[in-house]
């Protein structure tokens, strides 16, 4: 037997076993990759969802949307309804943009059909001219205080769209809660750094202020008549 045989034995299988784990990296990193950014992740909305426990109103205390890199509303909040026929979820919604000098209120709505009975927790967008799939999910909520939601749009020849809220029955929500419930989206490639604290702050705004007055003219009319687009895609209409 030559010198260095029986140490050469011993470390073999640990160098395999090394080589097979880098192996196993690189197969994931390319599989990452390769993800299909038009096609919306796989998601299960919350089991056992009690819908008529979800409905009423929610404040938006958390937003996200992966076509925003800066947070463009504030004071949004949620109004949830349902069909007589338990069959259609309608959203109806109030929000400003943060860069409105005279906080004008906007409102909007958006409706989806509850496909399947059985899980109650998944929407699919019911409106048109809206081109595509819209998948809204339920991922938890304990009815009474916090929710999460999550949206995902498709479209063909452009990256998927997505957002989501996280809604409170109050004005604020606590700390803890709010990481427990950032916690879950990760997994669909919702990235935190872009999911914004929303304000609630001064949001019933009724009468013209003195520093309303001291604006110009042409500010005021230039943020009336700007055209952009609201949470959920579709076009906004004054209050």
Same mark, same amino acid.
């Given at each position: ?12 299988? !640990? ?6 784990? *880098? ?5 994931? /990193? !390319? ?11 796989? =998601? ?10 979800f409905l009423g109103s929610w ?10 890199? /800066? ?15 338990? !069959? ?6 109030? +929000?400003?943009?943060?860069?409105? %000098? ?18 109650? /927790? ?15 999910? =339920?991922?938890?909520?304990? +009815? ?11 479209? *063909? ?5 997505? *957002? ?10 606590? !700390?803890?809660?709010? *990481? ?13 750094? +872009? ?35 609201? %949470? ?8």
């Amino acid at each position: 037997m030559q010198p260095g045989t029986r140490l050469e034995r011993f470390y073999s299988p !640990t160098i395999i076993l090394l080589l097979f784990l *880098s192996l196993i990296d690189c197969t994931t /990193a !390319t599989w990452k990759r390769r993800e299909d950014k038009t096609k919306c992740p796989k =998601v299960k909305g919350i089991r056992n969802f009690d819908i008529s426990e979800f409905l009423g109103s929610w404040y938006i205390v958390q937003y996200y949307a992966s076509s925003e890199e /800066a947070l463009a509303y504030r004071c949004m909040r949620a109004e949830l309804s349902i069909s007589s026929e338990s !069959t259609e979820v309608t959203m109806n919604f109030t +929000y400003s943009f943060t860069d409105d %000098p005279i906080n004008e209120q906007l409102v909007g709505n958006i409706t989806w059909k509850i496909p399947s009975p059985e899980l109650p /927790a998944h929407w699919v967008h019911a409106e048109y001219p809206y081109e595509g799939v819209y998948n809204t999910y =339920v991922l938890d909520s304990d +009815y009474k205080s916090w929710a999460l939601l999550m949206h995902c749009a498709e479209q *063909s020849k452009s990256p998927r769209y997505l *957002s989501s809220f996280i809604m409170s029955r109050e004005p604020s929500l606590g !700390t803890n809660v709010i *990481s427990y419930l950032r916690e879950k989206l990760p997994r669909y490639d919702i990235d935190l750094e +872009y999911m914004f604290p929303m304000d609630q702050d001064q949001c019933n705004k009724t009468e013209t202020s003195e520093m309303d007055l001291l604006l110009p003219p042409s500010v005021v009319l230039r943020t009336n008549n700007v055209t952009r687009k609201h %949470p959920l895609k579709r076009k906004h209409r004054r209050a």
